[in-house]
C-alpha cells in the first residue's frame, strides 16, 4: 500500500492499514479472544461501524492480521537459502525478527490459541506451519546435496526441528530478552542441528 | 490432596481442587485475559464470592493452575535422567504429556501471553525456563561426563535447545495432531542434539 496514492482507494487503503496496525497491538497485549473490535475502533477514534465496514467480523481483521506479520521478510528468506544456505537465511530472517518483539509475541500467543481446533485462525496456522515446513524440507535437501549441511536426516524431519528451535529460542527470548541473545543462541542451535559447513565464514 | 481425608479441611482441599481444574478449562479455551473469576463459578455452580474465598485474584487462580499444571511429573524426571539419562527422562515426560493436551495448550498460551512483563505470569514463566534450563544443564554436564551425551558444548546452551526442541514440537504437534507424532519427533531431535549414545537400547 503506497501512501504516494491519492483518493478514495489510497485513504481506504490506509485506512485499512491502520485498522490493522491497531488490531495488532490489541490482539498482541489480549489474545484474540481478549481483544474486541469496540476497542480496536476506540484507539483509532473511529465508530465500530467504519470499522465493520472495512473488515466484516473479528475473525477477518485476524487474518489480515497474520498476514501482515507474516508476510514481512518472507521473499528476501527465498533469496538469502539459494544463495547462502538455509542456516544463513534462517539467522538473516532472525536478525530482522528481534528488530518487532511485538510482532512475534503476537504470532507466538495466536500460534497457541490457535492450536484449539475452534479458533479462527486455526487453519491458517495448521496450513502455515505445514508450508513453511515443507519449504524448509526443499531448501535443506538442496543443502544436503551441496554439502552444506551434515545431517544425513530425512530433510522433513529436520525441517520441523528447525521450526521448533526458532519457535523455542524466540519464546525464550521474548520471556527474559535482558538475559539471552538470541542470535547467538540460534547460531549455536543451527550449528549442532545442521553441522558446522552450514554457515558461511 | 488426599479424597479420603474428611472433616472440613478435605472439604476445602476438595473445592480448591475443582475450581482448579475448572479455571483450567476456562484459562485454556480463553486465554488469562479472556477468562473471567464469574465464568470459573459458574462452570462450578458456586457464587463469586465462594470463588474469591479460596482465590482471593484472578491471579492468585492463575498460579495455582500453572503450579498443578507443571508439578505433574517433575519428580519422576529427577529420577528418570540419573538413571537412564536425559534424553530418556525427556522422553518419558513427553509420553506423559501427550495424554494431556489441554493441559500443555494452556501451559503454551501462557508462555505467551506472560511474556508481556506486565502479565500476572511473567515472572513465573521467567523464573521457571530459568530453573529448568539450570536443572537441565547439570543434568546433561553428567550425561557428558559419564559419555551418553556427544555434544561438547556448553551444557546451558545445549538446556536452551532442548527446551526450545520440547517447546516447538509441542507446539506444532497441538497445532496438527492428526499429522505428527511428537514422540518420534522428539526422539529425533534429541539424537540430532545430543548424539546416538543419548538412549538407551
Known amino acids: 500500500m503506497s501512501d504516494t496514492r491519492r483518493g478514495p482507494y489510497a485513504k481506504s487503503a490506509r485506512r485499512q492499514a491502520e485498522i490493522v496496525a491497531s488490531a495488532t497491538s490489541v490482539f498482541s497485549a489480549r489474545g484474540y479472544r481478549g481483544g474486541s473490535l469496540r476497542e480496536i475502533a476506540k484507539q483509532l477514534d473511529l465508530s465500530l461501524t467504519s470499522v ?67 479458533h479462527p485462525a486455526h487453519e491458517w496456522f495448521r496450513t502455515r506451519y505445514e508450508q513453511t515446513i515443507r519449504m524448509l524440507a526443499l531448501a535443506l535437501r538442496r543443502d544436503q546435496q551441496e554439502g552444506r549441511v551434515a545431517n544425513p536426516r530425512d530433510p522433513h524431519g529436520i525441517a520441523e526441528s528447525l521450526v521448533a528451535l526458532w519457535d523455542g529460542l524466540q519464546l525464550q527470548w521474548l520471556i527474559d530478552p535482558g538475559r539471552r541473545d538470541l542470535v547467538a543462541a540460534m547460531t549455536s542451535a543451527l550449528q549442532d542441528l545442521l553441522g558446522p559447513q552450514s554457515l558461511p565464514e
Chains 1, 2 share one sequence.
Open 52 to 118: 465493520v465496514h472495512h473488515f466484516p467480523s473479528k475473525s477477518a481483521l485476524l487474518v489480515a492480521v497474520l498476514e501482515s506479520a507474516d508476510s514481512a521478510h518472507a521473499d528476501s528468506f527465498q533469496a538469502d537459502s539459494q544463495d547462502k544456505g538455509v542456516a544463513y537465511a534462517v539467522l538473516q530472517y532472525v536478525r530482522r525478527n528481534v528488530e518487532r518483539p511485538e510482532m512475534l509475541r503476537l504470532l507466538a500467543l495466536m500460534a497457541a490459541e490457535s492450536s484449539a481446533p475452534d
